[in-house]
């Protein structure tokens, strides 16, 4: 058993998404053989890009205020929010708020059957 | 992009851990192809089963303080904390503050190759 703060991983800025930054809490290189766990920051006023990929995505707000827009439209976004995101599902998640916001999103680390995807995982 | 608050989905008891409840907030129910994720919550003074598993767990802690008991001895968990159980890790969560414990739990959907565990998923 791995037990450690999400601190204490390294926070990295995301391509394309100033003001936003992805701490791979739990990945490869922890051992983990199916998912990883990330933990997002959003600086008020910042947002992740507007897309999609192949792949699903387990996210969970932590902290901050915001919204998630999607196909269909906005949603507020608070702690406590849980969010699936189909693989191809248009997504983006913006805080509207005035504090960091914070949030767990979990992804496979492979695609079905080791097809190739070229897209940033974020 | 599916979106609702983790208290929408209802919580369960978990079979042999009194004053523990699960609630599978993203599971095959939802669509999620390859792993679920569940919220944990528990009581003062309770705790999970001291227990292992085929499958790997990648935990975050949410709310509360406790203690993560594993084959090599305790550690203090607390909000921030990140877990990650390996397949058959010995672990066990317990309550040691007053308020209750509430943390993130995220599981493989099923064995690799199919291979069948038939221990309960907590």
């Keep these: 058993m791995k037990i450690f703060r999400y601190e204490d991983v390294k926070a990295l800025e995301v391509d394309g998404a100033p003001g936003v930054t992805i701490r791979w809490v739990i990945n490869e290189k922890t051992g983990a053989p199916n998912f ?15 897309h999609r990929h192949w792949y699903e995505q387990e996210m969970f707000i932590l902290e901050g205020t915001g919204l998630a ?5 906005e949603e507020p976004l608070e702690p ?6 189909l693989p191809y599902d248009w997504h983006q998640i ?14 496979p680390l492979r695609p079905p059957q080791e097809e190739k995807g070229g897209e940033t995982r974020c």
């Design 69 to 73: 827009v999607g196909a269909d439209g």
């Design 80 to 85: 406590g929010k849980v969010l699936f995101v």
């Design 94 to 107: 913006k805080n509207t708020g005035s504090t960091t916001m914070r949030f767990i999103c979990v992804i």
């Design 36 to 50: 990883a766990m990330r933990v997002f920051e959003v600086r008020p006023g910042a947002a992740t890009p507007y």
